[in-house]
């Protein structure tokens, strides 16, 4: 089974800064089947990202997905307000399918 | 554009089954989606995969919940539901139907998600 460590497990910034999130695998994620969502408070995940780079429809490009293999990057480049919330990653495996990881909080500072 | 809705039961005691549907708008569950799952997420924590049912007919579970789990589809009605039987606390969680164009591609749709408490 793969597991995917986030870090940091929560990210104080203000609007207007960078965020830059990680996800570690514990074994190679094959061919890229890295994911990443935003959840807010009270509702669904929202896909942000697929294929570790893509961006999903309708996803600013502020937000930015780069790395394969064993590492994983989220990067939003310039924090607006409605930027706040957690993020996961996502990978396909083989057993289990699908796995996330543990969530990146980021927050107001 | 693909919407889903959960509904069933908010409440379930200990060790019956949980029973939940799915219902597809805005395209047939036949011939819309890659494959159609369920997530959930107990309070307070994170996403957890339940199951996948694939567009071929087959069906891949979680292995910690494989023993209790079953989905399946019932196109007349456009719907794909989940089974989860001996239910405990630890079955307590926002339930969430998803659906995708292809694993490559992440679950991009989602539904609102439905709170099932597992208590007597």
């Known amino acids: 089974e793969i597991v995917l460590t986030q870090s940091p497990g929560t990210l104080s910034l203000s609007p207007g800064e960078r965020a830059t999130l990680s996800c570690r695998a514990s074994?190679?994620?094959?061919?890229?089947?890295l994911a990443w969502y935003q959840q807010k408070p009270g509702q669904a995940p929202r896909l942000l990202i697929y294929?570790?780079?893509s961006r999903a429809t309708g996803i600013p490009d502020r937000f930015s997905g780069s790395g394969s293999g064993t590492d994983f990057t989220l990067t939003i480049s310039r924090l607006e307000p409605e930027d706040f919330a957690v993020y996961y990653c996502?990978?396909?495996?083989?057993?289990?399918?699908?796995?996330f990881g543990q969530g990146t909080k980021v927050e107001i500072k | 554009q693909l919407q889903l809705q959960e509904s069933g039961p908010g409440l379930v005691k200990p060790s019956e089954t949980l029973s939940l549907t799915c219902t597809v708008s805005?395209?047939?569950?036949?011939?819309?989606?890659?494959?159609w799952g369920w997530i959930r997420q107990p309070p307070g924590k994170g996403l957890e995969w339940i199951g996948s049912?694939?567009?071929?007919?087959?069906?891949y579970y979680n292995p910690s919940l494989k023993s209790r789990v079953t989905i399946s589809v019932d196109t007349s009605k456009n719907q794909f539901s989940l089974k989860l039987s001996s239910v405990t606390a630890a079955d307590t969680a926002v339930y969430y139907c998803?659906?995708?164009?292809?694993?490559?591609?992440?679950?991009?749709?989602w539904g609102q998600g439905t709170t099932v408490t597992v208590s007597s």
């Open positions: 805005g395209g047939s569950i036949s011939s819309s989606s890659y494959y």
């Open positions: 074994q190679s994620v094959s061919s890229s089947y």
């Open positions: 049912i694939y567009y071929s007919g087959s069906t």
């Open positions: 996502q990978q396909y495996g083989s057993s289990p399918r699908w796995t």
């Open positions: 294929g570790a780079s």
């Open positions: 998803v659906t995708s164009g292809g694993d490559y591609y992440g679950m991009d749709v």
